[in-house]
Nanobody, 120 residues
Framework: QVQLVESGGGLVQPGGSLRLSCAAS????????MGWYRQAPGKERELVAV??????TNYADSVKGRFTISRDNAKTVYLQMNSLKHEDTAIYYC???????????????WGQGTQVTVSS
């Protein structure tokens, strides 16, 4: 089994910054992709940013130039969020595509989510 534990959410004023962290643990052989998704009230979950092995990244157009995704080792991913806007308010979920020990097929795992609220 694999666990993803997020931290770093909270309340911030417009224009402020937050940094989210997500640490993976468990029976992990390798992680191909780690990323962040978000879901605002009444909306579907959407991709925010992903980072693949080798460092290639993809961002939603709405966060380009404001958010930065990074990994400091094979099992931890960060999302630095700057110039936050009201519309960034959502629950942010960590995601990882994982090869577990003894498995030839990757499995998609999700964290429990962390609330980010941008409000004055």
């Amino acid at each position: 089994q694999v666990q993803l534990v997020e931290s770093g959410g909270g309340l911030v004023q417009p224009g402020g910054s937050l940094r989210l962290s997500c640490a993976a643990s468990g029976s992990i052989f390798s992680i191909n992709v780690m990323g962040w998704y978000r879901q605002a009230p009444g909306k579907e979950r959407e991709l925010v940013a992903v980072i693949k092995n080798g460092g290639r990244t993809n961002y939603a157009d709405s966060v380009k130039g404001r958010f930065t995704i990074s990994r400091d080792n094979a099992k931890t991913v960060y999302l630095q969020m700057n110039s936050l806007k009201h519309e960034d308010t959502a629950i942010y979920y960590c995601n990882a595509v994982v090869f577990t020990s003894g498995s030839y097929n990757p499995t998609n795992y999700w964290g429990q989510g962390t609330q980010v609220t941008v409000s004055s």
